[in-house]
């Protein structure tokens, strides 16, 4: 599809935008890019639900807007399949897409915003090993989601084979997890979770995979 024509919505979404997912993003070489930036990683899903800390959680009556964008579907404008009209995504969904976005530009590559986005390509060039690699992306989130005004903070950000990601997931058994991330990494798979707080005193989970 050339330019940006609105895309047919996929099935029938419910009026006002597309509905807000888990976030699945994938680094393009070592750098994380937004699911909207390109294709899903094969391997095994990694993104079952780590609840309830990493839910979307539901802003306090009266908090700060969170802000309102025209949905994307792989860079594509998306059609309100009831109202004909463009779709919109609102709130925790808008800053979603906006971070995803974020994550998935080349920093430098918008002559407009020169200082906005992702820096992938000083990955490949400083970090030279895989902890290096994991090191110099946590850094790079926190720069590239802590841009956004509407994050307050960069709570945590920890990949798939940490400890931290058992924590979270109480239920899965060690030796499972161990199986699946061995799998994913012999595919050359790696997958990061980034925990924002935001404006409005909610937590946002972005998760992104790809090749390091």
């Avoid at 979307?56 to 792989?74: C, F, I, M, N, T």
């Avoid at 490949?124 to 841009?147: G, I, W």
């Amino acid at each position: 599809m050339a330019g940006n024509e609105p895309r047919e919505p996929r099935g029938d979404p419910p009026a006002g935008g597309r509905p807000g997912g888990s976030p699945t993003a994938g680094p393009s070489r070592p750098a994380p890019s937004a699911t909207a930036a390109g294709p899903a990683a094969h391997g095994p899903d990694l993104a079952a639900a780590v609840l309830p800390y990493l839910s979307d959680e539901v802003p306090r009556e009266g908090a700060p807007s969170l802000g309102r964008s025209l949905a994307l579907d792989e860079g594509d404008l998306v059609l309100d399949g009831r109202s004909l009209d463009l779709a919109l995504v609102v709130g925790a969904a808008a800053l979603r897409q906006a971070l995803e976005l974020g994550v998935a530009t080349q920093t430098g590559s918008d002559r407009l915003n020169t200082p906005f986005g992702f820096d992938r390509l000083a990955i490949s060039a400083y970090a030279h090993d895989l902890p290096t690699r994991k090191e110099f992306l946590t850094m790079e989130l926190v720069r590239c989601l802590s841009s956004d005004r509407r994050v307050t903070d960069v709570r945590e950000v920890f990949f798939d084979d940490d400890p931290r990601y058992l924590e979270l997931r109480p239920g899965l058994y060690e030796e499972t997890h161990r199986r699946e991330v061995a799998a994913a990494h012999a595919a050359r798979i790696h997958a990061v979770f980034a925990v924002v707080d935001t404006l409005a005193s909610t937590a946002l989970t972005l998760r992104a995979r790809g090749t390091p």
